[in-house]
């Protein structure tokens, strides 16, 4: 979980972006994106869903056109990424054609936009025929399958789109892979891609296995399949009776079909399954009618459907239409809304988050939502359980929850759905309000609403005020210093980092890296631990030695210093540079703090309130004393800056005007920002070149006045080596 001033999906949703100050709005959207990525690294490294498929989408959509509707905001290059860094513990695959993700729509509005974008940017007519192909999107695991002449050669996940995990061996595991293509006319190369999936069927006949044997449950059939396929025991996958849906290819020796619809006829005929929904559209209606089908259906089939992907079929259009970013021009996914249920709220527990957040959380009778059984609903805050949203206003008509109460929730996939509404008609009489605790459960310190200085109201969460006093945020904060996306020392999962701390082996992050010599001395005694032996012992050692080397944006985000999300520790480090720089600002700020604040608020992308977060962090004598203590045992190396390779036109403002014959003017625009120049709509000063196609119009004169350098369509292809 990260450290940011918003902490939970809706936070996002609610806040009012165009009200925000320049320095707000630029910590708003680090701190969503940094809630994404965090997001991200749960689902495609851990197979957990911390947030909903429709709030994640929603918030996804959100940064998209935030960063779109902003572009005096600079970006990190987010949204070019693509799904999970692979796992050091398989090989490498290169992927030479990119897997890349799609671009979501939620309503039936944005069918018609996706059509016309497709038509305006091939200059279709109105009476040119466009086929589109329908296809169910399984909530599976994306992987792709090499062959070489007729043979499957390797098996990888998608991973980060540019790069997989070689897992060949398992994937030769799954039934309805075929380890040869019998057909003489196979391209000596052709990689072929789809979806791998666990029946709903399975997955229920799992878990009541794992029942039977006393073993912890697994959470939904999705998530059951990643964990399996990349499961370094090929017997475990072998075992768990995983499957394949083909509807894709990347790298192709000989190009053999005209489109789409023949290509995924091809795979049939060579022994792929092919979804059998996958439909042929030639209008609007089409797609609407394939949705709602299997919409309708999608509970009765034996697998997860979370939506329909509509293609391009021609793949001469596919070619032409490109890619935007991180996803195809010529596909989009059509999501389902979310699955419902009722239930019964058995009681109401309050947890203590890393950062002293008080969050409650809803005890459910269990129900079965799309074939995963749910027991806990979150229910945000104390605003929440009263009726009242982030500003104040009322939700849910204003209806309060109570325990005995029967709720709606919702879920898409998530391990804590939330709570949408209360029936009324079925509340016990005698029920009685929940009275949200002012004191933290765990320490008794007050809990308090901080008052947000910036908007000058207060806060929805109330938080402990017990800091390092408190137990629950010393152990969230130890967990947290080693989860992947900070320090990444593996073997402290599950329990075991409580259990040392509640053994009193690890009270401090500097403790971790002393846990082999005290053992060595017999200061403490690891295998009297339930659950240790030798072997385990051993490989968390080796995993705390790999990690005594560390950049310094990890070793600042690994502190776990509230508001300090992983772009904004990036932010911080390339202000210092380095570890002896951040030691002479705790000196600095002991002598003068508002000149240690004034030389980072230099910094355009950081925020005051960041700043505050991370100075007083550094103010703050106990938590000196644990970076010292720290600092005995790692090496944090200083930030190194890398200078990109410059393109032709990288740095220069173009404009386009006219019309082209060897493209169409989106994909001479959509080059040159490949190359790292900046597109503008309109003539002025400020630009370099002005690129002329047929019937420039007035773009030219405006040129010519100013002294812009003008090139036609010849030049440009020079010039960008086309």
Request: hydrophobic share 35%.
């Amino acid at each position: 979980m990260k450290m940011n001033k918003y902490t939970k999906s809706s936070d996002f949703l609610k806040k009012e972006f165009d009200n925000l100050s320049r320095t707000e709005k630029v910590d708003f959207l680090r701190d969503l994106e940094s809630f994404l990525k965090n997001q991200d690294s749960a689902y495609y490294q851990s197979n957990i869903s911390n947030v909903s498929d429709a709030e994640y989408d929603k918030l996804k959509l959100l940064y998209d056109k935030l960063i779109t509707n902003n572009p005096q905001i600079k970006g990190s290059g987010y949204l070019d990424s693509v799904g999970y860094k692979p796992s050091e513990k398989f090989e490498k695959v290169n992927h030479k054609v990119p897997m890349l993700s799609l671009s979501n729509i939620f309503e039936s509005d944005g069918v018609i936009d996706f059509i016309e974008r497709v038509r305006r940017y091939l200059s279709l007519g109105s009476n040119d025929n466009l086929e589109i192909v329908s296809e169910p999107k399984i909530d599976g695991l994306s992987a792709t399958l090499i062959y070489i002449n007729g043979n499957l050669h390797v098996g990888a996940t998608r991973g980060d789109g540019s790069q997989g995990e070689n897992v060949t061996q398992n994937i030769k595991t799954i039934s309805n892979i075929p380890h040869k293509i019998e057909d003489p006319n196979v391209p000596e190369i052709i990689e072929i891609r789809g979806e791998i999936y666990m029946k709903k069927s399975d997955f229920f006949e799992l878990n009541e296995r794992m029942q039977k044997e006393g073993k912890q449950t697994y959470v939904n059939p999705r998530n059951t399949a990643s964990g399996s396929l990349r499961h370094l025991d090929v017997n475990v996958t072998k075992s768990r009776k995983l499957y394949f849906f083909a509807y894709a290819w990347g790298e192709i020796s000989t190009n053999i079909a005209g489109s789409h619809f023949e290509m995924i006829g091809l795979f049939k005929k060579w022994g792929f399954d092919v979804n059998p929904y996958t439909n042929l559209n030639n209008s609007y209606e089409d797609l609407i009618r394939s949705y709602d089908d299997l919409n309708d259906i999608r509970s009765s089939l034996d697998y997860d459907l979370d939506g329909v992907v509509y293609k391009v079929n021609s793949l001469a259009y596919q070619d032409r239409l490109g890619f935007i970013s991180r996803s195809p021009r010529w596909a989009i996914a059509h999501k389902f809304p979310s699955e419902k249920a009722t239930t019964k709220i058995l009681d109401i527990e309050i947890q203590v988050g890393r950062t002293g957040s008080l969050t409650p959380v809803a005890k459910l009778e269990p129900v079965n939502i799309g074939g995963v059984v749910v027991r806990n609903a979150t229910l945000h805050n104390e605003d929440f359980i009263k009726g009242l949203n982030s500003e104040g206003e009322s939700i849910r008509d204003g209806a309060d929850i109570r325990i005995g109460d029967q709720v709606q929730i919702i879920r898409s996939g998530d391990v804590i759905p939330k709570v949408v509404d209360v029936n009324m008609k079925d509340r016990n009489k005698d029920s009685e309000e929940f009275i949200f605790p002012e004191n933290c459960p765990i320490c008794g310190s007050s809990a308090e609403r901080e008052l947000n200085e910036s908007t000058g109201k207060v806060s929805s969460v109330r938080r402990c005020t017990g800091g390092l006093y408190c137990n629950s945020q010393i152990l969230g904060s130890l967990e947290f210093f080693v989860s992947r996306d900070a320090m990444n020392i593996e073997g402290f999962g599950g329990k075991s980092m409580e259990l040392f701390y509640d053994m009193g082996l690890v009270n401090e992050p500097g403790d971790i890296y002393t846990l082999q010599d005290r053992q060595a001395q017999d200061q403490v005694d690891i295998l009297s631990l339930e659950g240790w032996g030798e072997l385990s012992m051993n490989n968390l050692f080796q995993s705390i030695n790999e990690r005594r080397s560390v950049s310094l944006d990890k070793f600042i985000y690994s502190l776990g210093i509230r508001h300090i999300g992983v772009n904004n520790a990036k932010l911080v480090s390339q202000q210092l540079t380095s570890i002896e720089n951040l030691l002479s600002t705790i000196e600095k700020i002991h002598h003068d703090r508002d000149d240690a604040l004034q030389a980072f608020i230099q910094n355009d992308g950081l925020g005051k309130v960041v700043i505050s977060s991370f100075l007083s962090f550094l103010q703050n004598e106990r938590n000196v004393s644990i970076l010292r203590n720290l600092l005995k045992s790692i090496r944090v190396t200083d930030v190194i800056n890398v200078i990109s390779e410059d393109t032709a036109i990288s740095g220069l403002s173009l404009v386009f005007t006219g019309k082209f014959s060897s493209m169409s003017r989106s994909e001479a625009k959509d080059q040159a920002e490949r190359m790292g120049a900046k597109v503008l709509s309109s003539v002025s000063a400020r630009t370099d070149i002005l690129v002329i196609g047929e019937d420039p119009g007035s773009k030219i004169k405006k040129a010519e006045e100013l002294g812009i350098r003008i090139i036609d369509e010849k030049e440009w292809l020079s010039l960008v080596d086309f």
